[in-house]
């Protein structure tokens, strides 16, 4: 998110995370002099995917969770409703989500396990997935299999030199009401 602040000025962004220790090197990072790296244009926010700060509600023009992990992992990969609401009401009328989950069926067993999650497969997204999106407000827009490459992140780099974890990526926009 930092490299794309940079690159996009003109646009804001927000990144929220559950956990504390992430923001907090990156939140140095971005209040320094502009001429150091600083960023006029982020702002971070703690908080889980079940609490999200009222001050959010309707302003996300595109959201993106990538390789969530945790609560935020069971809403969107499970089709939480509360997580799903709450990801729906920080959206604006026109807003898109984009999801992009890495998992490992064996590296990450135990955490698949704990979370209850099946196998993101194409049968699970259309049986599963769509009818809990669409009762929070979302449908679906496109879905499918994705290089972790594409993402110019840090977390997608170490994930590409691991040939069993599978990166799905589904695209949902808000519904729009008749």
Known sequence: MHRSARENPSKFYIGIDANRRPLEKISEKIHRRAAKGGLPNVLFVEAAVENLPAELSGVADQVYVHFPWGSLLR???????????????????SARLEVVIGLDP???????????????????IEAVLVPRYREAGFEIV??????APALRTSWA????GNAGRS??????RVLISP
């Open 106 to 124: 064996d590296r990450d067993r135990a955490e698949i396990e704990r979370l209850g999650l099946e196998p993101i497969t194409d049968a699970y």
């Open 157 to 160: 780099k170490r994930l590409a």
């Open 75 to 93: 809403g969107v990969a499970g089709g939480d409703g509360l997580a799903l609401e709450n990801l729906r009401r920080i959206c604006a009328s």
């Open 167 to 172: 990166v799905t990526r589904i695209v949902w």
């Open 142 to 147: 496109e879905k499918g299999a994705w290089p």
